[in-house]
Nanobody, 120 residues
Framework: QVQLVESGGGLVQPGGSLRLSCAAS????????MGWYRQAPGKQRELVAS???????NYADSVKGRFTISRDKAKNTVYLQMNSLKPEDPAVYYC??????????????WGQGTQVAVSS
């Protein structure tokens, strides 16, 4: 069974930090691109950061210099280190797994989401 288990969300003060984790199971982790998306109330889901199977990263302009995405092949886990959190960062954050080359039995997967709140 495929699972993307997210953790690390919570409530922090502006300027604080959180580290989100997404543990993947049931997939061949090395052939999936991974990403973090977020969706705030009343807004569309947006890509925050992504990391390819080869380790290349991309970030939304709004989080560049503050967020860092990484992956641990040994643990089949992708992380999102969030520093200098701002009032506009609160949202539900979702982990995403996408096969680089989709094949039979390989699909895109989403985590259940983890809530990030920023409050003074």
């Amino acid at each position: 069974q495929v699972q993307l288990v997210e953790s690390g969300g919570g409530l922090v003060q502006p300027g604080g930090s959180l580290r989100l984790s997404c543990a993947a199971s049931g997939i061949i982790f090395s052939i999936y691109d991974m990403g973090w998306y977020r969706q705030a109330p009343g807004k569309q889901r947006e890509l925050v950061a992504s990391i390819t199977s080869g380790g290349s990263t991309n970030y939304a302009d709004s989080v560049k210099g503050r967020f860092t995405i990484s992956r641990d092949k040994a643990k089949n886990t992708v992380y999102l280190q969030m520093n200098s959190l701002k009032p506009e960062d609160p949202a539900v954050y979702y982990c995403n797994a996408r096969p680089v080359v989709p094949r039979l039995g390989q699909y895109e997967y989403w985590g259940q989401g983890t809530q990030v709140a920023v409050s003074s």
